[in-house]
Structure formats: structure tokens, C-alpha cells
């Protein structure tokens, strides 16, 4: 084949994957506009990313991906590999982390708001896509959030309960659109499983959080957690955790940002192309009604579906 006849197929190539996108025309010029700068040197990430989906490569782990990493369904290469980024009572967070002890400083307010919802609606069962329809995640006890920021969902309500909470949550840098009050019943254990993606982080803050019995386990590193203390992690990793208290719940404020290794370039990228896959599949679902098996029909499922208050707020 001539030189010609290989860029004609990769840029067949390129139309064919912004497409699954579904954007508008003046999307794809966007998209397109971020493809022809893959050669800069702050596009590294995304330009290996990107070449591997061109190649049909994308469900392979990169070669030396870590084994507690692998089963992730998306690896970008060259993003630092760490389980652990910060354990709870560290002396100092990175300098990636510096956002870390403005939330710390105000988990009084956190916890406040939060307190303020045992009366309130917004609670739902957890549920994740699976090959079976949802998962639940868990094996013992019960999983519960309260969804503050869930990639264009409306959770306005729940947001105008908490607005304090949602002005410290939209203060941070790099935040990746996604955070929540987790709750785990007494006896509750979250099984092995892995993030969608490496390309963010995740913080767990503990805002009432029995004296023991609440861990993490993230690959072979297993984490006592603290209230009040951060922890973040990288939750591509393999990960479980427990609350083993037999009377209390455990609540966490959950967070994800993106991952500090990527340039500004394409967090602007992935951002942009994320946020089209999410109003597609926005758009499925509304075709589909709740009925659908999508990432949004599983959440709107989900809310109708009201939990035992005393999974939620045992002490």
C-alpha cells in the first residue's frame, strides 16, 4: 500500500471512532481540531490512547500494566501507577493534592449537611453496569449513595441540600464530575473490582465512620480508614472494602479528579469527548425508557428504589 493509501485508512479510521461519539457536525470538527494535535508533546497520553483504539487494541492492558490493574477495561499509558496516593493522616499531601486539607479543614461542614439528610429523599441504592443487567457490588450487607455530581445527571435536588458541601466540591481543581455520600451498612462488605478508567483518582473522606472494623484494600495494600482523614487512590486498581462494625454504618464523601499526570490539553479532550459519549447514552436512554440497560437507565432505576434508613444511618 502507498503512503497515501495508509493515511486514507487511518483517516477513515479516525472518522469511524469520533462517530461512535454521535456529535454534531461542528462536534466533530472539534474533534477532529484535537486529533491532528496528538503529535504535541502534552498530547502524549491520549496519542498512545488513541492509537491502540485505532488498532482495535483498547481491551488489551498495555504491556507492564501492573496485574492488580489489568482488569480495568481502560488503561492510558504512561500515567503514574500508584495504589496509593495519600493514607489517611498523612503528614502532607502531594503537591497534586494540596486540595486535600481544604476538605479536611471542613469536615465539621460536611458532616453537618450530611447529618441534616436522615429525614430527607436522595438515597439510592448503588448499581453499576454489568454483563448481566447491574451489579450491586456487594456481597454482604448494603450499599447506598446520595449522588452530588454524576457526569450530567440532574441531581439538582440533592445538590440544593448540600450546598456548602457542592461549593467545596466545585472548588477543586481537576474535579472529574463525579462525587457522592457513600453509605455502608453495619456488616457490610464491597466486593474486588476495578474503576472504568486510570485516568482519575478517588477520594474517600470519612465523615462518620466507626472507631474500627471500616477498611479498603487496594491492590495488596489494605487501609485502616479514620474519620475526618483523607484517603486517595487510584481506583483503577483492584479494590474492596468493609465495614465490619456490627451496629454502625460508615459514611464517605466520595470524589474523583483527574489524574494529575495529564496536561491541560487533554484533560480538555477527554473531558470534551466523555461528556458526548455521556449524552449519548443520555439520549438511549430516553429512547429506551428506564427499562434500557445503560449507565443512566440504571440510575434512574435505581432512584425509585428506597432504601432501609437504618442502612443508612445505624449507630
Not at 23 to 29: A, C, E, F, Y
Not at 71 to 92: K, Q, Y
Not at 104 to 114: D, I, Q, W
Request: aromatic share 8%.
Amino acid at each position: 500500500a502507498t503512503m497515501a493509501d495508509r493515511e486514507a485508512v487511518i483517516v477513515e479510521r479516525n472518522a469511524r471512532l469520533v462517530d461512535e461519539y454521535c456529535l454534531s457536525s461542528i462536534g466533530k470538527s472539534v474533534a477532529l481540531a484535537y486529533l491532528r494535535k496528538l503529535s504535541d508533546g502534552d498530547m502524549s497520553h491520549v496519542r498512545r490512547w488513541w492509537l491502540r483504539r485505532l488498532n482495535g487494541k483498547e481491551a488489551i492492558p498495555p504491556a507492564g500494566t501492573p496485574e492488580s490493574q489489568a482488569g480495568c477495561p481502560e488503561i492510558f499509558e504512561g500515567l503514574r501507577a500508584t495504589p496509593v496516593w495519600l493514607p489517611p493522616g498523612a503528614a502532607e499531601a502531594p503537591p497534586e493534592l494540596s486540595w486535600v486539607s481544604e476538605l479536611e479543614a471542613n469536615v465539621e461542614v460536611l458532616r453537618e449537611e450530611l447529618l441534616a439528610l436522615r429525614e430527607a429523599e436522595g438515597f439510592q441504592p448503588y448499581r453499576s453496569p454489568a454483563a448481566n443487567g447491574f451489579s450491586t457490588s456487594t456481597d454482604a450487607g448494603a450499599w447506598n449513595v446520595y449522588y452530588l455530581d454524576l457526569h450530567n445527571v440532574d441531581f439538582a435536588a440533592n445538590r440544593a441540600r448540600c450546598p456548602r458541601t457542592c461549593a467545596l466540591l466545585d472548588a477543586i481543581p481537576r474535579a472529574y464530575g463525579h462525587a457522592f455520600f457513600s453509605a455502608a451498612a453495619p456488616g457490610t462488605h464491597i466486593t474486588p473490582h476495578h474503576g472504568p478508567t486510570n485516568k482519575k483518582l478517588r477520594c474517600h473522606l470519612p465523615l462518620v465512620c466507626p472507631d474500627s472494623g471500616c477498611r479498603l484494600r487496594v491492590a495488596d495494600q489494605t487501609i485502616d480508614l479514620v474519620q475526618g482523614k483523607a484517603l486517595v487512590f487510584d481506583d483503577s486498581f483492584r479494590h474492596e472494602a468493609w465495614n465490619d462494625h456490627p451496629r454502625a454504618s460508615r459514611l464517605v464523601l466520595v470524589l474523583d479528579v483527574w489524574h494529575p499526570d495529564l496536561s491541560d490539553k487533554e484533560l480538555k479532550f477527554l473531558a470534551f469527548l466523555q461528556t458526548a459519549a455521556m449524552k449519548r447514552d443520555k439520549r438511549l436512554c430516553e429512547a429506551q425508557g428506564i427499562q434500557g440497560d445503560n449507565f443512566y437507565a440504571l440510575i434512574d432505576r435505581a432512584r425509585s428504589e428506597l432504601p432501609d434508613r437504618a442502612e443508612i444511618w445505624s449507630q
